[in-house]
């Protein structure tokens, strides 16, 4: 274990992925599209399970070709945004 927190989707919400988009709905009722690729890929992992913030970069440098800190930034702001939609739910890993 090594306390990151870990990032996983919110067991409360609804979600579909339709034409590579991304269709969630949380228990409020409101509904939410993520339709950028990389948000796609980073819902898709975060499906399979549970993902630190450094896997989510690890992935998103191998499949999108960014470089390490670009990705980091862009994956902490994109996390905090779900997680202020209540799409995501965090843990300490």
């Known amino acids: 274990m090594t306390g990151a927190p870990a990032y996983s989707i919110a ?3 609804a979600w579909r992925i339709v034409g590579g ?28 399970g549970p993902a630190t913030l450094d896997q989510v970069v690890a992935m998103l440098v191998e499949q999108f070709k960014v470089d390490s800190a670009t990705a980091r930034t862009d994956a902490a702001e994109f996390l905090s945004d779900l997680q202020k ?3 995501v739910s965090v843990s300490a890993e």
């Not at 988009?21 to 690729?37: C, K, Q, Y």
């Open 85 to 87: 939609k209540s799409l």
């Open 11 to 13: 067991p409360d919400v």
């Open 21 to 48: 988009e991304v269709f969630a709905v949380t228990i409020d009722g409101l509904s939410h599209d993520i339709d950028r690729p990389s948000g796609v890929a980073i819902w898709q992992l975060l499906d399979a």
